[in-house]
């Protein structure tokens, strides 16, 4: 069993610390830090703020189309009807992935072939014209158009053959889809986080591509203008012959908010080593570098895998220092005894109860000062990841009003803005999500944008995206 992590308090640490400079009277200063960070990373980031070969959605695209999806345990087949901003789900078929299932290599490719031969009535969907066909990669990519792609690394429990690496993904697909009879063509490949912006967008007309779940990211639009020009040159010519007046922007959002780690709590320190550098470098790095290796603040404060584990590392220290339970571990439920196992439901259903937590806590004979101070627990982790979460979107939506790529004062100006979202963390956890509205809405009212903000669920995005990127022109 892998052992528990026990805190080793130096001072006396306190629930309240994380919402001790993060909190809702701070929501100016944390979302101009990050406003300056986000202009900074597009003007010269390699590695956040990264330009796409994606178009924004006319909004006319229509048509019928084939979808792949490859997530990080699903594989998913759909046929798609677009018509105007709606969608019908023709057909979709789903497969979970085992360890055996993840060797990318030429056999990979054909059993995909052979999945769409058996879509029943396959050709009733399509006449006898070619399949146009969109693929939604959940991985690293190296695009060279819209259609094209290399595979260069995965992830994931994934892994390249000798036979697919480095090689194109369109030509991969198109040499399965032959060899197997299939007459279709590759058209469209996007990344699984800019898919929720396009769908979102031509669903909605969502400004930004949220995705909250086991990570955090985001996708948007920018004016082309604000690339510095070696970025242009090596992430957006490569790609465009002509016109690039606007970019969709993967921003890789959890890299950002260095400035954070002068605000971390005992327990962030635990998650990760670079929050305690905070009189170092990352201090003063606005967006991610090399220099401290894969540091994620906003991801670490924000995304369900983090909440989660900081919630079990909150929990394990009180009960250690005989503020809950009677300072015993024991009957404790399993998933606090091993990291990064308490999940998002069991987090809610702390914070739900109402002082009537499920059976599996009774042996623990939880008291109602224990139920108090689970509670506080929770809502003091939700509330900093809300702020940090509310002040990343409002930098965002700031950017965009700044670069022109949303119109804050035009036609329809008394309509929030709409921010497009997935995951399983804002969807179901409720209290959250409605923590991360407030901050929207106090961000509006304090005039930091021009517009009210809301989130809006974005179904099957990763499907849509992939197919309106088939119909979208370049």
């Given at each position: 069993m892998v052992p528990v992590l026990t805190p080793q308090f130096h001072s006396s640490p306190s629930v309240s610390d994380f919402t001790a400079f993060i909190n809702r009277s701070n929501v100016v200063s944390m979302t101009s830090n990050l406003y300056e960070s986000y202009k900074e990373a597009i003007h010269s980031s390699n590695v956040s703020m990264y330009c796409t070969n994606s178009s924004t959605p006319t909004g006319n695209e229509s048509g019928t189309c084939l979808v792949v999806e490859l997530g990080g345990s699903t594989l998913r087949i759909a046929v798609l009807r677009l018509e105007k901003r709606k969608y019908e789900n023709l057909f979709q078929r789903d497969w979970t992935l085992t360890?055996?299932?993840k060797v990318i290599d030429l056999k990979f490719f054909d059993k995909i072939a052979q999945k769409i031969m058996n879509i029943p009535s396959l050709r009733s969907h399509f006449r006898?014209?070619?399949?146009?066909?969109?693929?939604?990669?959940?991985f690293p990519l190296e695009q060279t158009s819209s259609s094209q792609a290399v595979l260069q690394t995965m992830g994931k429990g994934f892994r390249l053959s000798e036979s697919t690496h480095g090689q194109d993904l369109k030509t991969l697909f198109e040499n399965?889809?032959?060899?197997?009879?299939?007459?279709?063509s590759v058209e469209s490949i996007i990344n699984d986080s800019v898919a929720v912006f396009v769908a979102g967008n031509y669903l909605e007309s969502c400004v930004t591509g949220l995705v909250v779940g086991t990570g955090v990211n985001c996708a948007l639009v920018v004016d082309g203008k604000m690339i510095g020009l070696q970025k242009s040159q090596e992430q957006i010519r490569p790609l465009r012959e002509g016109n690039f007046d606007k970019v969709v922007l993967n921003s890789e959002l959890g890299?950002?908010?260095?400035?954070?780690?002068?605000?971390?709590?005992?327990?962030?320190?635990?998650?990760h080593e670079n929050w305690a550098l905070h009189h170092s470098v990352q201090t003063n790095q606005p967006h991610m570098t090399l220099a401290l290796g894969c540091f994620q603040p906003i991801e670490m404060m924000c995304s369900g895998r983090y909440i989660g584990e900081l919630t079990?590392?909150?929990?394990?220290?009180?009960?250690?220092?005989?503020?809950?339970f009677k300072g015993s571990r024991q009957n404790i439920p399993s998933a606090f005894n091993v990291p990064y196992s308490l999940g998002g439901a069991i987090v809610s259903e702390i914070y739900e109860s109402e002082g009537h937590l499920p059976e599996l806590w009774a042996p623990l004979a939880p008291s109602q000062e224990d139920y108090q101070i689970l509670f506080k627990v929770v809502d003091s982790i939700i509330e900093r990841a809300s702020v940090v979460l509310g002040c990343a979107i409002i930098a965002?939506?700031?950017?965009?009003?700044?670069?022109?790529?949303?119109d804050p004062t035009g036609s329809g100006s008394c309509r929030p803005y709409r921010i497009g979202y997935v995951g399983s963390v804002l969807k179901y956890f409720k209290p959250y999500r409605e923590k991360v509205e407030m901050v929207l809405n106090l961000a509006s009212k304090l005039q930091i944008i021009n517009r009210p903000a809301s989130l809006i669920y974005i179904d099957d995005s990763n499907l849509v995206g992939a197919a309106v990127s088939v119909f979208t022109p370049e």
């Open positions: 360890e055996s299932d006898n014209d070619t399949i146009r066909i969109g693929i939604s990669w959940s399965s889809f032959k060899s197997n009879g299939i007459d279709a890299f950002f908010g260095g400035f954070l780690c002068q605000h971390s709590t005992i327990w962030d320190k635990m998650l079990r590392l909150v929990i394990l220290s009180l009960i250690d220092s005989k503020q809950l965002l939506l700031k950017l965009s009003e700044f670069s022109a790529t949303i």
